[in-house]
């Protein structure tokens, strides 16, 4: 293996390389910067630690995404124990200023006062910098240009890499830096938010002048989706603030909301933590409302509350605040959703008449969610209400509410509309407190539309939002990965996952979460055959959600699998008693996930009563394919029950047709337990099959790729699957076509192109 750094992607390997390798091919990778995501994982396994979304972004800018600088910026961060502040720049470790510095040392004087000009400005162009340094800028940076530490395109100068310009600055006397900085802001005239930033780091102390500057323009780069540089100005603003100033009060507040809306929750809680002492009445409620939303996504819902709960008497009588207030009690109430009612439905009669349209809307809505879960009829007169006043205002920060009830009963293509187009608004905003929980619904969605390795995208995305944000707010995106592991059958994985979530959720008092977790277990016991865990499972679950008040749980029901696992135990009474439950609630609110659960269920309890004519008739509706609104795994699962069903009846073939069709779809999500499953019911027949089986699409086009010498990546990447499921396909593939090698594979295939034999089976 050969390593060059290059520009240049098509450059040919040094000295002659490639022309003394051959015949021998070779490969080439373009290693692009790290993303985002792949950053933060690299950093929390190698420090222990994990980082704040601005955190994070300052160190892939300044790393340029290259992983060794940016290990040495995160571990220099760490040793510090500092946070990011405005005007200041992370600390750069001995290793890189030395490094940096050597290609810095190159150039005159002169040149590196120009070259700090390029380092301060936010925009820095040539004609800003001729404008502070004279006609000689030019041939002051024609030395930096040579020695490879600046680009000039066209109007824009840049560094080629952002560790020069940060320890040009960190060289530099304060002196210095704030002199540059009073320069660049009288040249900002033009751009607010640039003359207010450049003039606070040009002057020292109080100036009410500056301040005022500097919350306009952090109000103004919040307006614009720009909440980390919001909070940037905020911070200054407080600092040039005068103490006696009634103003300093709410700018800090404004400074903490900022750093809400950009996603770094710590920092949101110190600067509302230590406000509290200092403040009262209205101000004193909204800032114990930022205090208890950040308890929210990063503690215990019971905290949240608790912080909030004091908050009512601080609003007095102000009924706007205290509509907001209530509506968040409502929302975080999760843990007793009775009461979590009656502070949505009181939330909604306070705001009705204010100006706050947005947060009836929520108020609304949210009372018709809970309504749903505590098991009454749907009003759907209040979410047709709550979605027209929502329409009346510009689309803002919306409420997952009616997303989750249309991925409940079915209307996936509405939910998944509602969720993309509420994380469209926030990624846009750059608000992302919330990105984690809009990320995991999604994935979600895309695992009840069979498009699972969509989910897992969207799952891992959502992982990395949330310990971005806190762990806890990664809690369910977590869980959905485990989901995702349990239907694609790596069952370790997602044991261990569901083993830790529940044991943390538990201790937490979190019973929804709780409950959710304890769903993956109850999956991964129904998938191994397991009956007695699945049925410990769901028990748990319900009554986790029994202590919370749920009567309708909608899509973390535990009936499906506890229905199943009483049967095979033999508990008919209690199958019986949890199948007319789920039916009663399927009759309350359909939802054709309950509908293949309860054939599925009804099948089952027959079975294991020795009904054989009334296991083939629950299941008749899978006779023909997949119904209409149920997802290919649910059909595929109530088709196996049916193959189980038929091959009681001695209906071989019958049997065998339905199992085939099982099996297709099991193969094709990669649903390998599942697949194995259906094969071993097959092998119950004792039917021997010819060698010339027909191949679904789906496993055609992963024989085609894989024949033509494609890895299993590329054919992942090709088909947009994972690869865990092209060795699923293949697997499958080998035993089919009787081939041990994808050369086999390839002839096989050309062969079966040019002259398909029929399928046949000999009994």
């Known amino acids: 293996m050969i390593a060059q750094r290059s520009d240049i992607p098509e450059e040919p390997p040094p000295f002659g390389l490639a022309d003394a390798a051959r015949p021998i091919p070779i490969e080439r990778l373009w290693l692009e910067p790290l993303s985002m995501g792949a950053l933060h994982q690299l950093l929390r396994s190698a420090t222990g630690s994990s980082f704040t979304r601005p955190t994070l972004l300052r160190i892939q800018e300044l790393s340029g995404g290259n992983p060794f600088y940016a290990l040495e910026l995160a571990r220099a961060f760490v040793a510090s124990g500092t946070a990011v502040r405005p005007g200041l720049d992370l600390p750069l470790p001995s ?21 700090l000009t390029v380092a301060l400005s936010t925009k820095p162009t040539m004609g800003l910098l001729e ?66 930033r450049h003039m606070a780091l040009a002057s020292e102390g109080p100036d009410a002048g500056v301040a005022r500057s500097l919350a306009r ?3 103004r780069a919040r307006g614009r989706g720009a909440p980390a540089m919001a909070g940037e100005l905020a911070d200054m603003a407080v600092e040039r603030t005068p103490p006696a100033s009634r103003e300093l009060p709410e700018r800090a507040l404004a400074a903490a909301e900022a750093w809400f809306a950009a996603g770094d929750l710590p920092a949101t809680r110190d600067r509302a933590g230590a406000l509290i002492p200092s403040v009262r009445g209205r101000l004193r409620a909204r800032t114990l409302l930022l205090m208890s939303l950040c308890s929210w996504y990063t503690r215990p819902a019971q905290e949240a509350v608790a912080e909030l709960l004091p ?8 009924r706007q605040l ?26 909604a009669s306070l705001l009705e008449g204010t100006a706050d349209r947005g947060h009836l809307a929520a108020a609304l809505l949210q009372t018709f969610h809970w309504t749903v879960l505590l098991g009454r ?21 919306r409420l997952t509410s009616p997303g989750i009830w249309w991925a409940g009963v079915g209307r996936l293509d509405l939910a998944r509309a509602r969720f993309q187009q509420m994380l469209d608004f926030d990624l846009a905003y750059g608000q992302y407190s919330s990105v984690a929980n809009l990320q995991t619904r999604l994935a979600e969605v895309e695992l009840w539309s069979d498009d699972w390795p969509a989910a897992r995208r969207q799952a891992v995305s959502a992982v990395e939002a949330g310990l971005e944000t806190g762990a806890a707010a990664a809690e369910m995106a977590l869980r959905a990965v485990a989901l995702v592991d349990a239907h694609e059958g790596d069952l370790e994985r997602a044991q261990a996952a569901a083993t830790d979530g529940t044991e943390r959720t538990e201790r937490e008092g979190s019973g929804a979460l709780t409950a959710a977790w304890l769903l993956v277990t109850a999956l991964v016991a129904a998938s191994r055959g397991d009956a007695a865990a699945a049925e410990d499972a769901t028990g748990r679950a319900w009554r986790h959600l029994r202590q919370v008040g749920y009567v309708e749980p909608m899509r973390l029901d535990p009936s499906p699998e506890r229905i199943e696992a009483l049967a095979v135990l033999g508990r008919l009474d209690e199958a019986r008693v949890e199948l007319a439950g789920l039916e009663a609630r399927h009759r309350r609110v359909a939802k054709p996930w309950a509908a293949a659960a309860i054939a599925r269920g009804r099948a089952r309890v027959a079975l294991a009563d020795g009904d054989i004519p009334a296991a083939i008739a629950a299941t008749s509706t899978v006779a023909a394919g997949p119904p209409p609104g149920w997802s290919r795994f649910d059909a595929a699962r109530v088709m196996l029950v049916r193959g189980e069903g038929l091959r009681h009846a001695r209906s071989r073939r019958d049997a065998d047709e339905v199992l085939g069709r099982a099996l297709a779809i099991f193969r094709d999500l990669g649903a390998a337990v599942w697949a194995d499953r259906v094969t ?57 076509l009787g081939v041990t090698s994808r050369a086999e594979l390839g002839r096989v295939m050309a062969l079966r192109e040019t002259n398909e034999p029929p399928p046949g089976f000999h009994g």
């Open 377 to 397: 009829r749907p009003p759907m007169a209040l979410l047709a209400k709550g979605l027209d006043v929502e329409a009346e205002g510009p689309l803002t920060d």
């Open 680 to 736: 071993a019911e097959q092998a119950r027949l004792g039917l021997t099959r010819s060698s010339a089986l027909v191949l679904t699409p789906t496993e055609a086009r992963v024989a085609r790729l894989a024949g033509d010498g494609l890895s299993t990546r590329d054919v992942a990447a090709e088909m947009g699957i994972s690869p865990r499921t092209v060795e699923t396909h293949l697997s499958s593939l080998y035993g089919k």
């Open 95 to 115: 290793s890189l200023r030395g490094l940096v510095g050597a290609h810095l040392d190159r150039v005159s004087a002169p040149t590196r006062r120009v070259l």
């Open 131 to 196: 404008a502070m340094s004279g006609p000689r800028t030019r041939t002051l940076l024609e030395p930096a240009i040579d020695a490879g530490l600046i680009c000039v395109e066209g109007p824009t100068v840049t560094f080629d890499h952002p560790l020069y310009a940060s320890t040009l600055v960190a060289q530099a006397s304060a002196d210095e830096v704030r002199a540059v900085h009073a320069s660049l802001g009288h040249a900002a005239a033009e751009d607010p938010e640039a003359r207010a």
């Open 311 to 318: 908050a009512l008497s601080a609003a007095r009588d102000d």
């Open 322 to 347: 205290l509509g907001l207030l209530h509506f968040y009690l409502a929302i975080f109430r999760d843990f007793d959703i009775a009461e979590a009612r009656k502070h949505s439905a009181l939330a």
């Open 217 to 219: 323009a952090s109000a």
